[in-house]
């Protein structure tokens, strides 16, 4: 989805509540950044709560025309951390929550804990509607479907293809995805090239590698028995190492914290080459670079594949209109819908009949120099062949390190050591 998703990696844990409640007509944002808008008649009102973009602008009034007795109130949260922190907070108190409330994959595992605050959303309709890891994902022990699934973030390589051609390297994007094929090695080395030809650094931000490189670990935090891990498990601190030697001793990172202001400045100008980007990304890429020219999408990823956001829209037990709300959320996520949005905001679907359709096949990107973007990430998404085990922690233990490698990639406040040190530590308060 856009600036959605996702969990944003250099932001610490949120705890003030959201105001979820919407008051007059139109569209209303509160004091935490959360946005509602609302319509006009109906016997039933369903709200909504999504975080960022989802691509439903336009699907809820739609969906309004189609079932007259219904109003949808759309409850807009600014990040995906604060959408967290309200819906924990609804939860705990037994009242508070939308009727639909969207929940991101790197914290779907927490919710898992309390199945008796959703419904379940189990349904003949719905069988066989995702991809299999999607669905399994919210899956209990005891067969529950805590939520229904909607987009995922198969994740490419967004380049600039005018700084390609002024290093010297090439810029057609299939030429770009053999030269960058293999591992995270690869692609450092031809970004120490790219950064001694022109100065300019490779990528926007270490954080934002750390996500992708943490999306191919199975186990990186956490067991299934729910033991933490996290400081036993040598990958964890090999990568850490390998990304902030490149990022800093290298000088391949741009040294931003994405989401921040000058990180979203950055894209006016010749701050770096590529970043790694999930199909949600592109919409934010083109919102923050407008009119600069240059920009492409190539079909290879470091390492392999990986999958970086994704969500599913879940219904807590406490609402009045469960049934209707069930009804509402199936219509969501149904393919139809999944491939508007996707046009809409770039929400690449998760569901098996959306991703054989002709529509989503025929998709490009004009911004990106025509990329036929519906192919790309359609065969990203069958590159992707580690979906790691992420316990009820993994938000705080990679806010944890999150916040590790900033100090050292843009606060500059610690050298690796010293910030590793600290992630120890705050892993510990953990155990």
């Excluded at 469960?322 to 949005?341: G, H, R």
């Amino acid at each position: 989805m856009q600036i959605r998703r996702r969990t944003t990696l250099l932001a610490a844990t949120v705890t003030s509540a959201l105001v979820l409640g919407a008051c007059g007509g139109g569209e209303n944002e509160d004091e935490d950044g959360a946005v509602s808008s609302d319509g006009e008649g109906g016997d039933i009102t369903l709200s909504v709560a999504t975080f960022n973009e989802f691509g439903y602008e336009e699907l809820l009034p739609e969906y309004e025309e189609v079932n007259p007795g219904i109003t949808v109130q759309h409850v807009k949260a600014d990040t995906a951390d604060n959408a967290r922190a309200a819906l924990r907070n609804s939860l705990g108190a037994d009242s508070g929550a939308s009727d639909i409330e969207a929940v991101e994959v790197d914290w779907v595992t927490e919710f898992r804990q309390y199945p008796d605050k959703f419904v379940d959303l189990t349904s003949e309709e719905v069988e066989g509607r995702w991809l299999p890891w999607k669905t399994e994902a919210v899956t209990l022990e005891d067969g529950m479907l805590l939520g229904y699934g909607t987009d995922m973030g198969p994740q490419a390589v967004c380049y600039r293809a005018d700084l390609f051609e002024q290093a010297g390297l090439p810029t057609d994007r299939d030429e770009v995805a053999a030269l960058l094929e293999g591992g995270w090695d690869t692609y450092f080395e031809v970004g120490a090239d790219f950064v001694a030809a022109t100065g300019i650094p490779w990528y926007d931000s270490a954080g934002a590698l750390w996500q992708g490189m943490i999306n191919q670990v199975e186990q990186p935090y956490e067991t299934p028995e729910g033991e933490i891990v996290a400081l036993d498990n040598p990958q964890i601190r090999e990568l850490y190492d390998q990304v902030l030697t490149a990022s800093v001793d290298q000088g391949l990172s741009a040294g931003l914290g994405q989401w921040s202001a000058d990180w979203n400045a950055a894209f006016q100008g010749d701050e770096f080459a590529t970043m790694l980007c999930p199909p949600w990304m592109l919409g934010i890429i083109e919102g923050n670079a407008a009119d600069i020219e240059g920009w492409d999408v190539a079909p290879v990823f470091p390492g392999g594949g990986g999958n970086w956001g994704g969500a599913y829209l879940t219904v807590p037990a406490q609402g009045d209109h469960v049934e209707e709300a069930k009804a509402l959320a199936a219509w969501l996520t149904a393919p139809e819908q999944q491939i508007k949005a996707f046009e809409s905001k770039g929400t690449f679907p998760s569901q098996a009949e959306a991703l054989e359709s002709e529509e989503l096949a025929a998709s490009s990107n004009a911004f990106f120099n025509e990329a036929p973007t519906g192919t790309i990430f359609a065969g990203q998404a069958d590159a992707v062949t580690v979906t790691p085990f992420k316990g009820p922690r993994y938000f705080e233990i990679n806010t944890a390190m999150a916040d590790a490698i900033s100090r050292v990639d843009v606060d500059q406040t610690d050298d690796a050591d010293s910030s590793w040190d600290k992630f120890v530590a705050a892993v510990g308060e953990l155990r």
